[in-house]
């Protein structure tokens, strides 16, 4: 089928440079989600992510009201008065997106394709991050490691990220997600915060994404397009597995064969989701056929709320 999960092919896709036309899409995306990333996501993403944790500023001579646990015994007993020690929030943070480019992205029936909807969320992930002044990095997987950019911070670096993502052209056409999320902790050596950007049709990562749990904040992002769920009824029709090229023909117009279909991919999207809620990850699901803000929003809304409790 056009989007089941396929092994690793050892099939190559010619590279080149970003056509006139890509250029143009990356300069309206980076108009259309920065702006989306100010109005929308800004203040509640600087509320879910917090950085590092406390880092010692300076020693102060004691103030009434002033916590008592703060207080430097051994500055005191040499001052022959009380002082505490002063600490600020180290705000700065590492983001990773990890985008899966492998040909399943391709598909799309609706607004866009998956792998355009995948660069539409990761630049508004990723414009967030700058805006408060976060490091962004990016792992590019099919069934190899495509791209492999270290944290920066900067609207410069920032915008070579989401051109790597949208107009990238992919050597291979399989996805390994293991690989992928292997590479993700290799790669960032502090916790981070890592946005993996899939339609998780892939298998045999469950091991690596625990492994990337337990080192990061890992959100997973699922891409979905409507004919993910269903089939339409259009008869005998022949689909194409992206990843591999293999073609089976189809009677769609079997309601049997619908339904098992889609029976099929509901089984799959719900293992997905069990899998991340076994492994507490908070996720979000981006369709083509809707707005790419409004999950990342609730995603960010849901995290503030459960802190605030």
């Known amino acids: 089928m056009a989007n089941a999960p396929a092994p690793p092919q050892n099939k190559q896709r010619k590279t080149g440079p970003l056509p006139p036309e890509l250029l143009k899409q990356l300069r309206a995306l980076e108009i259309r989600t920065r702006r989306l990333a100010d109005e929308e996501l800004s203040g509640t993403y600087h509320s879910v992510f917090k950085g590092q944790g406390l880092s010692f500023r300076e020693v102060r001579a004691y103030q009434p009201g002033d916590d008592v646990r703060w207080i430097d015994w051994n500055v005191s007993a040499r001052m022959n008065d009380a002082f505490v020690k002063v600490f600020f929030e180290e705000r ?68 070579r990220v989401i051109r790597e993502i949208l107009g990238h052209q992919p050597r291979y056409t399989g996805t390994n997600l293991r690989l992928a999320l292997e590479t993700l902790v290799k790669a960032a050596k502090r916790r981070s915060v890592a946005f993996v950007v899939s339609d998780f049709f892939a298998t045999g990562f469950e091991r690596a994404l625990a492994l990337a749990a337990a080192k990061h904040d890992v959100i997973p992002i699922m891409i979905v397009d409507p004919r993910d769920e269903e089939l339409p009824d259009v008869g005998l029709a022949t689909f194409e597995d992206l990843e591999t090229g293999d073609e089976v023909v189809v009677d769609t117009g079997d309601r049997r064969v619908r339904q098992s279909y889609a029976e099929t991919m509901r089984r799959v999207r719900r293992d997905r989701e069990k899998l991340f809620k076994k492994l507490s990850l908070d996720s979000a699901i981006v369709r083509t056929d809707q707005s790419v803000v409004a999950p990342l929003r609730e995603l960010f809304a849901m995290r503030v709320r459960r802190i605030r409790r």
């Open 92 to 159: 700065e943070m590492t983001v990773m997106l990890v985008v899966d480019m492998s040909q399943s992205t391709l598909f799309g029936t609706r607004r866009a394709t998956k792998s355009r909807v995948a660069a539409e969320a990761c630049a508004l992930c990723a414009f967030s991050a700058i805006k408060n002044n976060d490091r962004v990095g990016l792992v590019l997987a099919t069934e190899a490691i495509e791209k492999l950019l270290p944290p920066q911070k900067g609207d410069k670096h920032v915008m």
